[in-house]
């Protein structure tokens, strides 16, 4: 029902930042969460962050605690990560996902509606 599409990935040096956006075609988000997952190589989907669209309260996997963060724009209907000192184990390809507000914030299931993902690299 929402379409996404992820952009802000690329190639960047151990330490360095970049900052993800997520554009958002649903006309009210007001009741989803908005969540980024990231899929490393040969690996499975996981958790990387969350927000609520109503109140912005979020919630981080442990790996990028005091790293990264998330936030939204809900004028225009986006949603940011922005991560800072990266490391070479947050190579993956992310992907920017939203759902109905839920309880199960951390579980790709709750997540109805998927951007394409975008390339991020972190290598020196």
């Excluded at 927000?51 to 790293?67: E, F, L, N, P, Q």
């Excluded at 940011?80 to 947050?90: G, S």
């Excluded at 920017?96 to 914030?105: E, H, P, Q, W």
Aim: a positive charge.
């Amino acid at each position: 029902q929402v379409q996404l599409v992820e952009s802000g990935g690329g190639l960047v040096q151990p330490g360095g930042s970049l900052r993800l956006s997520c554009a958002a075609s649903n006309r009210t988000l007001r009741s989803y969460i908005a969540g980024w997952f990231r899929q490393p190589p040969g690996q499975e989907r996981e958790f990387v962050a969350v927000i609520s669209w109503s109140d912005s309260s979020t919630d981080y996997a442990d790996s990028v605690k005091g790293r990264f963060t998330i936030s939204r724009d809900s004028a225009k209907k986006m949603v940011y990560l922005q991560m800072d000192n990266l490391k070479p184990e947050d190579t993956a390809v992310y992907y920017c996902a939203v759902g109905v507000k839920t309880f199960r914030v951390r579980s790709a299931w709750a997540y109805s509606s998927w951007g394409q993902g975008t390339q991020v690299t972190v290598s020196s």
